[in-house]
């Protein structure tokens, strides 16, 4: 006899079929089954030991569908194979695909497409549930009017039809469902049996066959359906329609078995229907049971008193609804006793919510468990495996090898890989790249090799080998061997790179941070992974496979298989989602990401057979669902059953937007709970007090980082509890800094002492960049922390040829002998000089592209422009080249400049010298240190300002080491000529096609002018320009005799060097002392800075106060600041 057990969610259905069972075996009962989903299996066993305590267990089974299979075959074909898993069956069927390629029209070349795999499978599955072969497809297709409807059920058929003989070779039904049914049927296992089958939502066609042989062979066989009727009171649009469909599928099987279909158990209709009576308290709050009753009701009654036990919940986005989540649970927890276990947070599409509300529990302390199974190629050992096959199979693509080394689990430590990458990175290697030696520096372009460098690229090339020569084995192996010698060679990979040592170490390393259930889990990966190589290697025995047909049939097999979390204890949070999970009465549920298009899910079509084909097809006899309509009663009951399943308090949650700003709307839950509980309680997470966001130290931590600078009570409370407490004392540091705009430093002076060394050695530009931001001094000299930049070379990188150029032209051939050259041969020089340059420099990379050949060519043509403009200046001036690219350090041609800092160290001033040129006058020799600029300074005046401020210090501190140091190699008495910066650009004249050649060359001489600051001795000024007019440099004699331009007195120089002296000082002293404060002098610094998202300044932060005056009041103060008159 088959007896239904109906009701509405918590009905008491399974405490019915619970009870039942109970009091069949107390009277002496045997052989009971009792047959439930498998993710409720271990509820369900739990319960009933609970009741009916071990031996009395004896007398009942709990199962499966699956494990009733697995125990019929046990018993009556133990030597039978196992059907394919999930995983398995992927990978058969991309097999198939790539084998059909060249016969098929829809599907070809789908192999490696997992999607088109999937829902191929997905029909199959469907077909097989209903009980239609591929042979019946075919037929039917045959009878269709769509041509092309006929001709893609004809395809369909074949792959399926190839797919099941595959099958069938080791499983003879298969599948499994296929082999329980003949069991059942040969066997009769049901015979004097008492059957229950509890919590299922529905069943499929080859279910509902082995349920009819159930009960034709049992004594009785009682099914729970959740529905109030046997028949759907409000057809499409009720929750039950899917359920009444199964009821009518029940009623058949009765009639066609000839047993009698029971007076259905009523356990909520009205009385004159229930004969069953109550058996247990449905819910706990009125509002939850007028809920159940009303949703999806066709005479909805609304709900007019408070409805405390309903709460609504909007937040900004996905992040904070999942801290509202959290926050409330914890506040349950400690408020009302509410355990971890009795609460469950039911979405419909996991996604990246999932992990925000797993962050958000651990945030609170609160454990949970995810009723959830993740793809197993997301692990570190999948993606080591499938990364080398996926190299061996499409070549060492840099992407790949990186994701590859990152697993963790190949000899490489994280410096050696870093190392790589960084290398990597600045060359852009690529593909066949990694396969020849690598030449280049390590630094990028523009470096000379010195032995550390030759050093580090060996090093590199030796990890470079490490990684690529396994894989070339590998690779040919995969080119040459068969499908099981292919797998067997991937094993022996594994092993070669010892990856299985590796995994041991992670797993230690897991357990002994406590996180035993992670560790375990990677003996489990392990495992599954043998046996996909084995089922690899079974499944393609030896038939031959390219390495990208193998290597997209190991990934489809490895993607398809998935690993469940193992729960970490008993009292846990469940996150599941609705479709999958089954709940045991949960005293609290909340309804996550209730937001259109996301819960209820949206109803997509098939991508093999459209709703209109699947129509077609039913016409025609094969009873495909259409998505419209089976689905959307399908998660009608889906969002039924998740409003239904709590019995104390139901959070509804959503958020307003994405985190782009795209607006979010709330889905037809949320609407429908409002409309019929309009007093329901309603929560905007943003608009929470402060207090009511704190459940644990964590939030309140985070709740007085927010409030820091506010003036209330509740802000005082806040931050004097996180400035007491030890864990927040690094983040109430950093908050203090950035709230107060406040210095960074050194918790620690001797360490900053300890990283600049006893004796500190700058150099002048060094001093220019700690003046423009310390922090950026601190991150570039200090950390030396370097930001990894492809080495592409262009205009704005092009100034070292120039300056290469000139040093060498100038050093070997003399300004003297080059201004006696024909442009031609002097152009030749040039072009010379930048290839050598290039070649030096840059290896081939001036060859690779014509943009790159482009640049240098232009860089030739600055130079000869440049050095045309030092020819002319070199015929009015007495000055002579001494040296260029003066070394300025203990083993340079001049010693350093050295200052002693207040506590008795030293620091150093090193560095090197673009050019000194010096005039030898009635016995003293005048001397001047020149600089070439492609831009910045050389484009404007030189300002005496700048130097108050710790600016454009750079070439004066040159001439007072060289005034200082200088003596034995220009001469005991040296005076400070000046300082200038030479353009060393090419000057464009935009009315150049308007102008003769004479005054286009007067033009670009004009703009060529130097700039710098000057000694204002006549004697000098006429040395530099013996026109008197300043034609080339910045200043001149005027008619009264007067020097006049950017000029300074001998005394003025003295004044120079005392206040740069102090400012050197004033660096060395707060670096040792450790001040980095992130304060830029103008907020332009921060734009081009590398270090910008490292300091946590914010675009309108605080700027270094600077002295805006004009040159007399500028050396004024520079006069006070050196404690010198100004005469």
């Excluded at 039942?20 to 009933?48: C, W």
């Amino acid at each position: 006899m088959l007896y239904p057990v109906l009701g509405r969610a918590r009905s008491g259905k399974t405490e019915f079929i619970r009870n039942l069972i109970a009091d069949f075996i107390r009277v002496g009962r045997e052989n009971l089954i009792l047959l439930v989903p498998e993710q409720f299996s271990y509820e369900s066993e739990k319960a009933m030991l609970s009741r009916l305590g071990a031996d009395k267990m004896q007398s009942l089974d709990i199962l499966s569908f699956s494990r009733l299979g697995q125990k019929l075959r046990e018993k009556y074909e133990p030597s039978s194979p196992s059907e394919p898993d999930k995983g398995l069956a992927a990978a058969t069927m991309c097999m198939v695909l790539s084998s059909l390629s060249e016969s098929l029209k829809f599907y070809k070349d789908s192999c490696a497409n997992e999607q088109i795999i999937s829902e191929l499978l997905s029909l199959y599955n469907e077909l097989r549930a209903l009980g239609v072969s591929p042979e019946n497809l075919r037929s039917t297709g045959e009878s269709l009017s769509s041509d092309s409807l006929r001709e893609k059920t004809a395809e369909v058929s074949f792959i399926f039809s190839t797919f099941e003989a595959i099958l069938k070779q080791t499983v003879p039904d298969g599948d499994a469902m296929s082999q329980l049914i003949r069991l059942s049927r040969e066997h009769k296992p049901f015979e004097k049996k008492l059957i229950f089958l509890d919590a299922f939502a529905g069943f499929t066609k080859q279910e509902l066959y082995v349920i009819e042989l159930m009960v034709r062979q049992a004594d009785a066989v009682y099914v729970s359906l959740t529905s109030e009727f046997l028949y759907d009171e409000a057809p499409g649009i009720g929750p039950f329609g899917h359920t009444v469909r199964t009821i009518n599928q029940l009623r058949e099987i009765a009639k066609r078995a000839g047993v009698p279909f029971g007076k259905p158990a009523y356990l909520s209709g009205p009385s004159k229907y229930n004969n069953f009576p109550p058996i247990l308290k449905r819910y706990n709050s009125p509002e939850l049971r007028a809920l159940e009753k009303n949703i999806y009701s066709v005479n909805p009654h609304v709900y007019s008193l408070p409805a405390d036990n309903i709460t609504i919940a909007c937040a900004a986005n996905y992040m904070e609804e999942s801290e509202y989540i959290a926050l409330t649970a914890k506040k349950l927890i400690r408020e009302r006793g509410i355990r971890a276990r009795d609460i469950v947070v039911i979405e419909r599409m996991p996604n990246q919510m999932r992990t925000a509300v797993s962050a958000a529990f651990k945030k609170y302390g609160i454990p949970v468990f995810e009723d959830n199974l993740r793809p197993l190629d997301t692990d570190p050992l999948t993606q080591f495996v499938l990364s080398a096959a996926r190299i061996a199979a499409e070549g060492f693509g840099t992407e790949l090898i990186m994701r590859f080394l990152k697993t963790g689990l190949t000899p490489l430590s994280v410096e050696d890989i870093s190392l790589l990458e960084s290398y990597v990175l600045i060359w852009q290697i690529d593909k066949s790249e990694w396969l020849t030696e690598w030449t280049k520096h390590p630094d990028g372009y523009g470096f000379e090799f010195t032995d550390k460098d030759k050093t580090t690229l060996n090093k590199i090339n030796e990890l470079r080998l490490a990684v690529v020569e396994p894989l070339l084995e590998l690779k040919a192996a995969l080119e040459k061997g068969s499908g099981k010698e292919c797998a067997k060679a991937l094993y022996e990979f594994i092993e070669e790179m010892d990856a299985r040592e590796a995994l041991k170490e992670y797993a230690i390393l897991l357990n002994d941070s406590g996180n035993m259930p992670y560790a375990l889990e990677c003996e489990r990966v392990w495992d599954i992974l043998m046996q996909s190589l084995d089922d690899i290697a079974n499944l393609l025995g030896d038939e031959y496979y390219s390495p990208r047909e193998f290597y997209a049939i190991l990934n489809t097999l490895i993607s398809s298989r998935e690993i469940g979390s193992i729960p970490k204890g008993l009292d846990a949070v469940t996150i599941g989602s609705a479709d999958r999970i089954r709940t045991s009465s949960p005293k609290v549920v909340f309804i996550a990401g209730a937001n259109e298009g996301e819960f209820p899910a949206p109803l997509e079509s098939s991508a093999i057979f459209t709703d209109r084909e699947r129509r077609a097809l039913l016409n025609a006899g094969i009873e495909l669902a259409c998505a419209d309509e089976y689905k959307a009663a399908q998660e009608r009951f889906i969002v039924y059953s998740a409003l239904t399943a709590a019995t104390d308090s139901l959070y509804i949650t959503y958020s307003l937007a994405t985190f782009t700003g795209a607006e979010k709307l709330p889905s037809e839950i949320v609407t429908m709970v409002e409309s019929l509980f309009p007093k329901c309680r309603k929560v905007d997470f943003s608009m929470m007090e402060p207090m009511e966001k704190i459940e644990s130290a964590e939030s309140a931590f985070e709740q007085a980082a927010i409030m820091w600078n506010e003036n209330t009570d509740t802000a005082a409370t806040l931050k004097a509890f996180a400035q007491s407490r030890e864990e927040f004392k690094g983040r109430v540091e950093a908050i203090n800094r950035l709230i107060t705009r406040g210095s960074i430093s050194f918790a620690d002076k001797e360490s900053a002492k300890k990283l600049y060394g006893e004796k500190m050695f700058i150099s002048p530009s060094k001093v220019e960049t700690f003046y423009r931001c310390p922090f950026m001094f601190f991150c570039r000299y200090g950390v030396r922390a370097k930001p990894l930049k492809a080495a592409v070379f262009d205009f704005s990188k092009s100034g070292t040829a120039v300056h290469y150029s000139l040093e060498k032209l100038i050093s070997e051939q003399g300004i003297e002998k080059l201004s006696a050259l024909p442009a031609e041969e002097l152009k030749a020089l040039i072009h010379s000089a930048v290839t050598e340059y290039s070649d030096r420099y840059l290896g081939s990379m001036h060859e690779s592209s014509a943009r790159n050949r482009y640049v240098l060519e232009k860089q030739a043509e600055t130079v000869y422009e440049v050095l045309i403009r030092l020819i002319e200046e070199f015929k009015l001036s007495r000055f002579r080249i001494k040296d260029v690219e003066l070394k300025m350090s203990y083993d340079g041609e001049v010693r350093p400049y050295e200052l002693i800092l207040p506590d008795g160290s030293a620091v150093a001033i090193t560095g090197t010298v673009d050019r000194v040129d010096i005039m030898q006058e009635s016995g003293r020799s005048y001397i001047r240190v020149m600089d070439y600029k492609t831009g910045g300074v050389a484009k404007g005046r030189f300002k005496i300002k700048d130097i108050l401020n710790g600016l454009s210090m750079q070439m004066l501190i040159y001439l007072i080491g060289l005034c200082e140091n200088g003596g034995a190699r220009y001469g005991d008495e040296l005076l400070p000529a000046g300082v200038l910066y030479v353009p060393a650009r090419a000057e464009v004249i935009k009315e150049g096609r308007h102008l003769s050649e004479d005054e286009e060359r007067e033009k670009k001489l004009k703009l060529g002018k130097m700039k710098g600051l000057i000694l204002d001795l006549p004697e000098v000024i006429m040395g530099m320009d013996s026109s008197g007019t300043g034609i080339f440099i910045p200043a001149f004699i005027d008619a009264s005799g007067f020097v006049k331009g950017s000029v300074y007195s001998l005394r003025q120089f003295k004044a120079l060097k005392e206040y740069i002296d102090k400012k050197i000082k004033d660096m060395a002293t707060a670096l040792r002392e450790g001040n980095v404060s992130a304060l830029p002098t103008e907020n332009k610094v921060c734009e081009s800075c590398d270090y910008n998202a490292v300091c946590g300044r914010e675009k309108d932060g605080p700027v270094r106060q600077l002295y805006d005056l004009d040159d007399d009041a500028a050396w004024q103060e520079i006069f006070n600041a050196a404690g010198m008159n100004e005469e």
